[in-house]
């Protein structure tokens, strides 16, 4: 697979880092912890910059990954459809208590995204969110009505 990189091995790390100074240390666990948006279809294989090909990721989590087809991404990685599960759950409860609106569609658009990109492998229940597909659009077009 792989050889291991101070991004991906505790071990690697220390090696790496052993004789820095603290500030070099703490500055390269912070940055790679930072948020970043994730292309579920990465740009360089023809993704779009939409809501609905944007996944919100850590920074050394989007390096990681690069420009690899999401269907190669789970076989390295097989946890990834029950990850994604969590993050459309926490999305959704962002929704619910009104931190995204204007993004009520989100869920539905995402689902549909990481079906098609893995093939299948990820499918994402919908089953506690309170808006339907067109009761989430409605909420978009009036928040957009609103702020335009």
Known sequence: MFLPTSESSR?????????RKQIEIVR???IA??????????????????IGNFLLT???????????PLVEY??????????MQMYVDDVIREIHAGNMQGNETYPYKIK???????????MISLSG????????????????KRWS
């Open 11 to 19: 071990n690697a790390f220390v090696v790496k880092y052993s004789k």
């Open 28 to 30: 390269r666990l912070y």
């Open 33 to 50: 912890s930072t948020g970043s948006i994730e292309h579920v279809t990465p740009q360089s294989l023809g993704g779009l910059n939409t």
């Open 58 to 68: 850590t920074a050394s989590g989007n390096r990681y990954r690069e420009n690899m």
């Open 74 to 83: 789970i076989k390295r990685h097989p946890k990834i459809p029950q990850y």
């Open 112 to 122: 549909k995204k990481l079906m098609e990109e893995s093939a299948g492998r990820i």
């Open 129 to 144: 969110y309170k808006y339907s597909e067109e009761e989430a659009a409605k909420a978009v077009e009036e928040y957009e």
